[in-house]
T-cell receptor, first 113, second 112 residues
Framework: SQTIHQWPATLVQPVGSPLSLECTVE??????LYWYRQAAGRGLQLLFY??????ISSEVPQNLSASRPQDRQFILSSKKLLLSDSGFYLC????????????FGPGTRLTVT | SQKIEQNSEALNIQEGKTATLTCNYT??????LQWYRQDPGRGPVFLLL?????KEKRKERLKVTFDTTLKQSLFHITASQPADSATYLC???????????FGSGTQLTVLP
């Protein structure tokens, strides 16, 4: 069966520090992968998506970046965090036989202080 | 711009009643609409998908309808239980990677 992992689960970082969040999917190959952010009390916002290794599309201009160094690994990064980067970061994937369904990881709660 | 909107931020109903949540879209006709459940501090969980050529879809106590004339999808939970309390999100997929645009969600509370 397929599973999706995210780490860390929670993170507290000072303004100006770097960020690296990791997401991995098991039990599937060549999935579409997605990063979303959910700010406190707000909806889910798509940040990046990837249809293959090294292929990244950005939905929102910001100081975040994403990379996909391996088929089932998706990384969200920042060189210098802003207070506004605080939020709940979610990684998701969709199965090739059900491309209109997305399955989410447990999320990372990021607090920038 | 293409929007997907959930009218009610919060809905309280009595246990055993049917909960009905609304999702409206403007300026386009999505081929698919999805509904997700999100519990506090957790990622959304996929519930149901309905295609534009389907009027209704059911899964156990859940039912989704799609009205392209009204540009609206309704999500029903019959015989609601306190365990159904959560935030429910509708979403539409677009683009080659089926990227999702979510509504803001409706927080459902089922009172015992």
């Amino acid at each position: 069966s397929q599973t999706i992992h995210q780490w860390p689960a929670t993170l507290v970082q000072p303004v100006g520090s770097p960020l690296s969040l990791e997401c991995t999917v098991e039990g599937t190959s060549n999935p579409n992968l997605y990063w979303y952010r959910q700010a406190a009390g707000r909806g889910l916002q798509l940040l990046f998506y990837s249809v293959g290794i090294g292929q990244i599309s950005s939905e929102v201009p910001q100081n975040l970046s994403a990379s996909r160094p391996q088929d089932r690994q998706f990384i969200l990064s920042s060189k210098k965090l802003l207070l506004s980067d605080s939020g709940f970061y979610l990684c998701a994937w969709n199965p090739s036989d059900r491309p209109y369904e997305q399955y989410f990881g447990p999320g990372t709660r990021l607090t920038v202080t | 711009s293409q929007k997907i909107e959930q009218n009610s931020e919060a809905l309280n109903i009595q246990e055993g009643k049917t909960a009905t949540l609304t999702c409206n879209y403007t300026n386009y006709s999505p081929a698919y609409l999805q509904w997700y459940r999100q519990d506090p501090g957790r990622g959304p969980v996929f519930l149901l998908l309905i295609r534009e050529n389907e009027k209704e879809k059911r899964k156990e106590r859940l039912k989704v309808t799609f009205d392209t004339t009204l540009k609206q999808s309704l999500f029903h939970i019959t015989a609601s239980q306190p365990a159904d309390s959560a935030t429910y999100l509708c979403a539409r997929a677009s683009g080659s990677a089926r990227q999702l645009t979510f509504g803001s969600g409706t927080q459902l509370t089922v009172l015992p």
